[in-house]
């Protein structure tokens, strides 16, 4: 039975930092591609951050690039998101997903097969 499981979310002021952890069990980790992607209240959900199941390949929204940074530990089965100088708009849920590596390139949001049961993020003004 696979689980991913998300932590480190939170209520949080303007300009704080915070790390989301994502422990993944019941699949063979270093074969899949890792994401986060948020929703926020009245927005569809997106994919923010990818790694790829190997590790050195990342992508990430444009919004994001030099605050948010993502990594993973395959000795752990866990992928991270650090983020940094948070804003409040911000706020949203974050689900970390996996995508098997055959099933297509981690910069693509579709077949993302397995998912978090997410981890509520809120930024303060």
């Known amino acids: 039975q696979v689980q991913l499981v998300e932590s480190g979310g939170g209520l949080v002021q303007a300009g704080s930092s915070l790390r989301l952890s994502c422990a993944a069990s019941g699949l063979t980790f270093n074969a899949y591609h890792m994401g986060w992607f948020r929703q926020a209240p009245g927005k569809e959900r997106e994919l923010i951050a990818a790694?790829?199941?190997?590790?050195?390949?990342?992508y990430y929204v444009d919004s994001m690039k030099g605050r948010f940074t993502i990594s993973r530990d395959n000795a752990k089965n866990t992928v991270y998101l650090q983020m940094n100088s948070l804003k409040p708009e911000d706020t949203a849920v974050y689900y970390c997903?996996?995508?098997?590596?055959?099933?297509?390139?981690?910069?693509?949001?579709?077949?993302?097969?397995?998912w978090g049961q997410g981890t509520q993020v809120t930024v303060s003004s």
């Open positions: 790694i790829n199941y190997s590790g050195p390949y990342i």
């Open positions: 997903a996996a995508k098997l590596w055959s099933s297509g390139s981690y910069l693509q949001p579709d077949k993302y097969g397995y």
